[in-house]
Nanobody, 116 residues
Framework: QVQLLESGGGLVQAGGSLTLSCEAS????????MGWYRQAPGKQRELVAI??????TTYSDFVKGRFTISGIVRNTVSLQMNTLKSEDTAVYYC???????????WGLGTQVTVSP
């Protein structure tokens, strides 16, 4: 059974940094796409950053220049978050699309809290 295991969330002061990691396990296949979404209380889930295995990246405007998504290595991806703001507080969800049928998978989420 495919699982996405997230780690690295926590509490940080504004201006600080955190690194999130996600590993897709339970599949013999490669992930085609991996990335991160987030959901703040009372808001819809939104894209943060996505990376394809071929190297393409997509960032939401609100994280450009502050967050960096790593390459996909052995079905693992990381998100380096710098200059965090209180509005970055949310549950961050790992997303993966796994070959060969391009099925979508989600992690359970990891809480990121940025104090003012």
């Amino acid at each position: 059974q495919v699982q996405l295991l997230e780690s690295g969330g926590g509490l940080v002061q504004a201006g600080g940094s955190l690194t999130l990691s996600c590993e897709a396990s339970g599949t013999p296949f490669d992930t085609r796409v991996m990335g991160w979404y987030r959901q703040a209380p009372g808001k819809q889930r939104e894209l943060v950053a996505i990376r394809t295995r071929t190297g393409s990246t997509t960032y939401s405007d609100f994280v450009k220049g502050r967050f960096t998504i790593s390459g996909i290595v052995r079905n693992t991806v990381s998100l380096q978050m710098n200059t965090l703001k209180s509005e970055d507080t949310a549950v961050y969800y790992c997303y993966a699309q796994i070959t060969p049928i391009s099925a979508d998978y989600w992690g359970l989420g990891t809480q990121v809290t940025v104090s003012p």
